[in-house]
């Protein structure tokens, strides 16, 4: 089992940046791919990013693309999502969340996720 808490969320400007951290508590964090998702008022919610066990794979929806980097640090038990210019419509709570994976793959149906947190806010104000 493993416990998710994200951290780094905020008010910001469209233009502007922000990194998210994710927590994990327990040894197993380096068996997990991980996730970002992200649930806009109204909206259902989305992928955002995704990293391979080991950090060998990520991938990203179309609309971050370039903007939003993913990355992993083992030794940490930590998970980042780098934020660059953020757009009105990047506001959303982002929930953190982890799948047994592979190192070869990464999981981006949310149904696949095992582990989730409890979300941080992120506001982009225009």
């Known amino acids: 089992q493993v416990q998710l808490v994200e951290s780094g969320g905020g008010l910001v400007q469209t233009g502007g940046s922000l990194r998210l951290s994710c927590a994990a508590s327990g040894r197993t964090f380096i068996t997990f791919t991980m996730g970002w998702f992200r649930q806009a008022p109204e909206k259902e919610r989305a992928f955002v990013a995704a990293?391979?066990?080991?950090?060998?794979?990520?991938d990203y929806a179309d609309s971050v693309k370039g903007r939003f980097t993913i990355s992993r640090d083992e030794a940490e038990n930590t998970v980042y999502l780098q934020m660059n210019s953020l757009k009105p419509e990047d506001t959303a709570v982002y929930y953190c969340?982890?799948?047994?994976?592979?190192?070869?793959?990464?999981?981006?149906?949310?149904?696949?996720?095992?582990?989730w947190g409890q979300g941080t806010q992120v506001t982009v104000s225009s």
């Open positions: 990293i391979s066990r080991g950090g060998y794979v990520t």
């Open positions: 969340a982890a799948a047994y994976g592979s190192d070869t793959s990464v999981v981006v149906r949310g149904q696949q996720y095992a582990y």
